[in-house]
């Protein structure tokens, strides 16, 4: 929370006085998310009903949910007794006992639509009419998986970030029959939990992801003509990113990178077009995953510590000439970095017009504690700011034969005459 701004501060506190208490949380699910979800909010003084249909997956939660505040104890964060009623505070069960006196449910079930559907009706007849019902969902519409729910007034989204007790970020999605009384009682909620929330719109991808996918997108496109994907890691690296697009989308698994950015895409065609040569659709039916299966575009062997290790795959470069119909080409590091953040400030200057995030700051935010944007350069909105507007209506004009994710948006072509900048059009508070 240090480094906010007073206005963002004062937003938080706002929510605050609007929230109703969660004292008592259920979470469905024991999976990746439920199980994250359920210690962290059990870790910050909030008990949790946890609900799975499966015994072994309960286990496995609470077998998380100890090691976690077991490593809390051996940081000399948490005493051994503290961790003991944290523990305490965790109730695995099989049924929808206890519900009636739940204030909060996240549900992190599978991601399918007519399993959330199902849930959700289960839910409501179980909770108390102002239970504020959560979902974890990362890829679906919130309208939609509330659409036949009784008080869908108490339906938001909660989007935490894999791992979540040590991502920082949670996307709370307002969906167009979500209350603000809804909206303030889950940012009140996450801010309790020790997370930063931010709120944005239900539209595909909500925010993070979106802009992450014009990202990829930016990535795939020089690959197909004709870029060393190593040499672009390399280039996104240099300007400052912790890992590059490839290496990237290894850690977070192909397939589920590129079925996420799929769906996103089809949410914008005109500005993410199908790609014909796609990286990642090859690497998918070489049944290259990245570090889940040890192959994606590096290739992975454990050290001594059993973290994986990246290796050059000549295999890989052979394969990507498949989808490199004009061969192989040189591109400098400067035009590398230029089209990957271009692409990344358009497509955020779009969610800023659209009204999915209510400042910069915020956006910025969500991007520096989502996917690890460079920290020395504040995001995408304050690095866009640093060019200034004129220089990226300039680059705009440079790359927009590459496609319309280049075309300048009225913003950026406003602050380029005015001189302005981005966070004096889109401020905190406002
Ligand atoms: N894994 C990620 O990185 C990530 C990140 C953000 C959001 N999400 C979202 O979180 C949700 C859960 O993902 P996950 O990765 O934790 O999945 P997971 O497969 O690890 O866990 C899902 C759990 O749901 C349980 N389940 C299935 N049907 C149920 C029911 N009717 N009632 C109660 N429990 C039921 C399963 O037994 C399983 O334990 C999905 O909507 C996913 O899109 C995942």
Partial sequence: MSGL???????????????????????LGAGIMGGGITITSAAHGVPVI????????????MKTATSQVNRLVKKEQMTQEQAN???????????????????????????????????LDQLEAVVRKDTLIATNTSSLRIDD??????????????HFFNPVPVMPLVEIIQGTRTSDESVSTAVTW???M????????????????????????????????????????????????PMGPAYLEDVIGIDTGSHVSDVISAGYPER???????????????????????????????????????????????????????????VSVEEIQQRMMLAMITEAVHCLEDKVVNSAEELDTALLMGVGFPRDKGGAIRYADSLGAKAILEQCEQYRHLGTQYEPTATIRKLAETGGSFYDEFPAGN
């Avoid at 706002?14 to 008592?24: F, I, L, S, T």
């Avoid at 039916?285 to 994986?308: A, V």
């Fill in 5 to 27: 701004s007073a206005e963002l501060k004062q937003v938080f506190k706002e929510h605050g006085d609007k929230a109703r208490p969660v004292k008592q949380a259920a979470v």
């Fill in 50 to 61: 946890m609900k799975d249909i499966a015994q072994e997956q309960l286990d496995l939660g």
């Fill in 85 to 119: 009623q944290v523990l305490a505070t965790i109730e695995p069960t099989l049924e929808y006992e206890g519900f009636d006196k739940v204030d909060g449910v996240i549900e992190a079930v599978v991601e399918n639509l007519g399993l959330k559907h199902k849930v």
């Fill in 145 to 158: 998986i509330g659409q036949h729910m009784k008080h869908p007034e108490r339906f938001v989204g909660m």
């Fill in 190 to 192: 996450a801010l309790k």
């Fill in 194 to 241: 020790g997370k930063t929330p931010i709120v944005v719109q239900d539209c595909p991808g909500f925010l993070v992801n979106r802009i992450l996918t014009a990202y990829t997108r930016a990535f795939l496109q020089l690959i197909e003509e004709g870029a060393d994907f190593e040499h672009v890691d390399k280039s996104m690296e240099a300007f400052g990113w």
């Fill in 272 to 330: 993410m077009p199908h790609i014909e040569n796609d990286a990642f659709r090859l690497m998918k039916s070489k049944d290259r995953l990245g570090q889940k299966n040890g192959k994606g575009f590096y290739e992975y062997t454990p050290d001594d510590s059993g973290r994986p290790q990246k290796h050059s795959s000549a295999e890989v470069h052979e394969l990507l000439k498949a989808i490199q119909p004009n061969g192989q080409k040189d």
